[in-house]
Each structure stands twice: as C-alpha cells, then as structure tokens.
C-alpha cells in the first residue's frame, strides 16, 4: 500500500468538496468551491502494482498518473457534490447555487463555455439539462441503480427525486426538521435513505406504481435506540417513545457537528446500509443480556465537545458509524464500529467484493465474502472489511483541513479522498494486497438467521486534541486538530496488512 498527497493544483488551490470514478475507472471528477466541475484521468502508476515493504520509503514520485481532461463551468457557486450515473453515461453536479447540472460526453471536441483552460482540454462535456427546485444549497446527490432517476439533499430540510426523461422533481421528502446532508439508493432499486442534522436518518420503500412511474412508502426514521425494545415487536418499537435513561439515547450527533456532510451508502449487494456521525455510549447497564448487546469490550473514550453536543455531559459517548440491515430497515441498527477520535461524515463501500480469508473464522456479518469499505471522518480515513471488526487500515496527518469526500476506483485498488485545503490523496493497493476477488454472483441479502446483534467495536488511540479555528466556511464549532508550530505531514500509519 502507498498512500501520498497529491499535491497539484486541483481547483485553484480552493476546498475540493467531492470526487467521483466513472464506472469504468476511464475518468475521475472533482467539485470545488471555486465553481467548477473537473475531469481528470488517474490510474496507478507502473510499479505501483506490485507489493512493497511498508518500511521503504515510496521516493517523491507520485503513485498514480494523472491527467487533466476538462473543465466544466456551468455553476455559479460552489459544487458540493459529483456524481456519475451507474452507466456512465451522464455526470451530475450539485451545490450551493441550489441547482443541479446533469451533463454528458459530446462526440466532438469543442471549447467548453467559460473554460479558461481549453488548450488543455482534451473532450468536451455539454449540459443535458439544469435542475431547478430546490430553495437552498444541495450538500448530496445519488443516482437510481436504472441512472434514470436521481436523488438530492438539500439544507432547505428536504430531499427531492428527479427524472432525467421527464427533467422535473418527482417527489419531495419533507420529513426532516433540520438539514439534509447525505442520500443514498439502495443497489437493488427498492429502498432510498436520507440523513439529517436533525439527528436522524429516514429510509422510504421505493417501487415502480401501475403507469411505471416511481412510487414511495411512509417513511422509517431511526433517531433514539432504546436497548429495551430491541426484541420488542415492530408495533410497539413504533408508536411508543422511548424516554432519556441509561438504555436509549440519540443515535447521531445534532447541528453542531462541524462538517457538511453524512454521506451514507448501501453496500454493493444492497445487505447493508452504514451511516456515519453516529453516538453510541461506552458502557453497558448490567440488566441488558449479552443476546441483546455485546460491548464489554469497548474501551471508554473521553468525551469531547463535539462528541457530546446536545448530550448529557456525565455520559460518556463515543463516535461510531451503525449498520443496518436489509431485512431489519425498520428496526434498529445490528451493529456499529467505533471509536473513532472524530465523527465520521462520510462512507464508500468498494465494488468489488473479495474471498474470505482463510486465517479468520467467519465473517462478522455471515455473509459468503468480504465487502471493503472505507468511513472518513475530519482528519482520518479507516478502511475496513466485513469479516472483521478491526480496520485494515488507518490515514491521518495528511491534510491539514476537514476531509470531504472519498471515492473507490470500479477495480478497487485505488482510494482518493479530497479535504477542505484543497488537495486530495491517494491510497494506492498492489494487485492481491486486499485479497483474491470472489467471482461468484452477490448474496441477495443478509439472512435472518446471521444478522449480527452485536456492535463493531474499534480499539483506538487516545489523541491529544489541539484545536484551531474553524478552516471552513459557516464552521463555527469544533475544528480539527492541527499542528500550532510549522505545518509538516505525517506519514500514513498501518494498522494490519492483509495477506490473501
């Protein structure tokens, strides 16, 4: 593995909000707060393929090629977010102009509108259609698994469906009371699911109605687990509300999270939905059973400011990402990883998935073959698999402002995440380092019978915090830590290496 900042000038030296792979790995988009939409060509460099002793130094090479392809200027205020459609055929931009641009592949080369680097262009993307509707800044966008249809989140406390053959909003969700930060869709096309700083997320059953066009059920929203009722059935889960005690708390943090973003995803075989920006408490009343929850083992963690806005100072909170299951929506979550130092704001699920490994028993979640997927908080990126609790990996001290967004490259051997200070890294896997890929069809779901009751509990390394001013713009809480002499950067630090 090599992991390295890169360095160049993505977007003017301005905050890169998000990045994107095309589904066939060909191209890589950026968004940034300098208005514009960048295509770029990244591949692994030569060489790169193959493993190296973690304690060599990489050299001052970058480990990937990368190519500049074009510039796309549509957007009058910052993009926030990417997103290619599943096919490939279209691009769609979003942010803080409130509107979303939907654009595709011309056949001919031609100067882009508002280009200033159309001597280095070498395509050109034209404008399907812009999307108006929303009243202010949209922070997410994701694509139907069909790329027929596409959802968006916005801070006028909705979310909104949208149809490219019809080019207008087909539905609104209205069911928040706070920002909407992060959307996902479902892979199999029957569920969508929002996030909210108004500490909850909400999943809605999605199908096609008898004229074909897209129907929603009620809403599910998860917002307060309450231990007593977790072997309740579902009717007395939903109309009874559980009270502040020792067994139910808020699952996520409130408004005062600094971040932009909670970016939830499905996983690739649609068994899973992880969130971020969760709060889960570190100890366990002795009158709730080992059957029900498992984490004795989890080690307290300090409770930081950030960690317990909103919260009881006296509890002890510490920040998790919580798992839900594809047969359980609406119900609880099965199962967290925590301990992360800083709340996570976004997730990214890698789409290939990989042969168990033969040292580890089974996987944590029973399922046939191990799912990669990577959860970003402010300053660190945690990589993990399905069949154990432990992350593979661990990234910190690589950029010196918030972490934005992450994307997977279609073959899974290369990780980019972009941050606030205007760079992006690189996390580079040699061919075979994460695994043999599985070749067999995915698992429909996750059976009844092996969804896991247990939480994912992280062992992690107490910080010292320092905190600085807030390096983003409307931050006004917690920023992240930095150092208060001269800026340096620190290396990557490795927490297990896997061997297929």
């Given amino acids: 593995m090599i992991a390295k900042t890169l360095e160049i000038n993505w977007h003017d030296g301005q905050a890169v909000y998000s990045t994107d792979f095309a589904p066939d790995g060909s191209r890589f988009a950026t968004g940034g707060a300098d208005t514009s939409v960048r295509i770029w060509d990244i591949q692994r460099r030569p060489g790169t393929n193959k493993p190296i002793e973690h304690t060599a130094k990489p050299g001052n090479a970058l480990p990937v090629r990368i190519d500049f392809l074009c510039e796309l200027k549509r957007h009058s205020s910052p993009v926030n977010v990417v997103r290619f ?10 942010g803080d102009d409130a509107c979303v641009i939907v654009w595709r592949l011309a056949t001919h080369k031609d100067s882009a509108f508002g280009s200033v680097h159309s001597e280095y262009e070498k395509e050109t993307w034209t404008v399907v259609h812009m999307f108006y509707g929303h009243t202010k800044e949209i922070y997410d966008l994701a694509w139907s698994p069909c790329g027929q249809y596409f959802m968006t989140a916005s801070i006028d406390n909705t979310a909104r ?5 019809e080019r207008t909003s087909l539905h609104i969700f209205s069911d928040h009371t706070h920002y909407v930060q992060g959307v996902t869709w479902d892979p199999l096309g029957e569920y969508v699911a929002t996030q909210s700083s108004d500490r909850s997320i909400v999943v809605y059953k999605c199908r096609k109605g008898p004229q074909g066009k897209l129907a929603f059920g009620s809403p599910r929203k998860h917002h307060r687990l309450d231990r007593q009722k977790m072997n309740k059935p579902d009717s007395v889960q939903d109309t009874q509300e559980a009270p502040e005690t020792a067994l139910s708390f808020r699952l996520y943090h409130d408004e005062n999270l600094v971040s932009f973003f909670r970016r939830l995803w499905f996983s690739p075989d649609g068994a899973l939905l992880l969130t971020p920006s969760g709060l889960c408490k570190s100890g366990v009343d002795a009158n709730v059973s080992a059957d029900e929850v498992v984490e004795s083992a989890a080690p307290p963690a300090s409770t ?3 960690a317990t806005a909103g919260m009881d100072t006296h509890d002890d909170f510490q920040n998790c990402a919580y798992f839900y299951a594809r047969n359980s929506l609406s119900k609880y979550p099965i199962a967290y990883n925590s301990n992360h130092p800083k709340p996570s704001i976004a997730i990214r699920w890698c789409s290939k998935p990989y042969e168990l490994r033969s040292q580890l028993n089974k996987s944590v979640f029973g399922l046939p073959y191990r799912m990669l ?20 990996c661990a990234l910190s001290g690589m950029h010196f402002a918030p972490i934005m967004d992450l994307a997977w ?42 969804v896991v009751e ?28 930095a150092p208060d002499t001269k800026k340096r950067r620190i290396a990557p630090t490795l927490i297990s290496a896997l061997h297929p």
């Fill in 409 to 450: 490259s279609p073959d899974g051997t290369l990780l980019m995440f972009s941050s606030a200070d205007g760079y992006l890294s690189a996390v580079v896997f040699a061919d075979g380092e994460l695994g043999q890929l599985y070749d067999k069809p995915f698992s429909v779901v996750v059976q009844e019978s092996v």
């Fill in 161 to 165: 469906v949208w149809s490219i053959a």
């Fill in 373 to 392: 997927y990577a959860i970003a908080t402010q300053d660190t990126i945690f990589v993990y698999d399905t069949q154990q609790a432990k992350p593979i």
């Fill in 454 to 481: 247990m939480p994912v509990s992280v062992p992690a390394k107490q910080e010292k915090k320092r905190p600085v001013p807030p390096t983003a713009p409307a931050m006004t809480a917690t920023s992240i830590a």
């Fill in 85 to 94: 459609s599943p096919t490939g055929d279209y691009l769609a931009s979003a």
């Fill in 304 to 306: 930081t400011a950030a």
